[in-house]
């Protein structure tokens, strides 16, 4: 069992930066494909950016080039960096692991960003 707990989330103008971080329990860390989820409302809930347990990364086209996601295997923490934020990015970000077919899911942090 895998738990998962987002901190960060918060509100900032438009062009700012926040980062948020999600902590998680469990001795499997470094075997777990990590990633950062976003539903804004009305909108169905995407991906926005994945790193494997070897460290690769992936990212929505939405967010390349401002997002960057990260690991630190000894804190068992995901990163992600978030810069040049815009309106669009407001959502509920939820942070989520797998290994093997399971799936874990935190509760989600609100990311406001203002005009």
């Known amino acids: 069992q895998v738990q998962l707990v987002e901190s960060g989330g918060g509100l900032v103008q438009s062009g700012g930066s926040l980062r948020l971080s999600c902590a998680a329990s469990?001795?499997?860390?470094?075997?777990?494909?990590l990633g950062w989820e976003r539903q804004a409302p009305g909108k169905q809930r995407e991906l926005v950016a994945i790193i494997t347990s070897g460290g690769s990364t992936n990212y929505a086209d939405s967010v390349k080039g401002r997002f960057t996601i990260s690991r630190d295997n000894a804190k068992k923490t995901v990163y992600l960096q978030m810069n040049s934020l815009k309106p669009e990015d407001t959502a509920v970000y939820y942070c989520?692991?797998?290994?093997?077919?399971?799936?874990?899911w935190g509760q989600g942090t609100q990311v406001t960003v203002s005009s």
């Open positions: 989520y692991a797998k290994v093997g077919a399971a799936n874990y």
């Open positions: 469990g001795s499997i860390f470094r075997f777990l494909d």
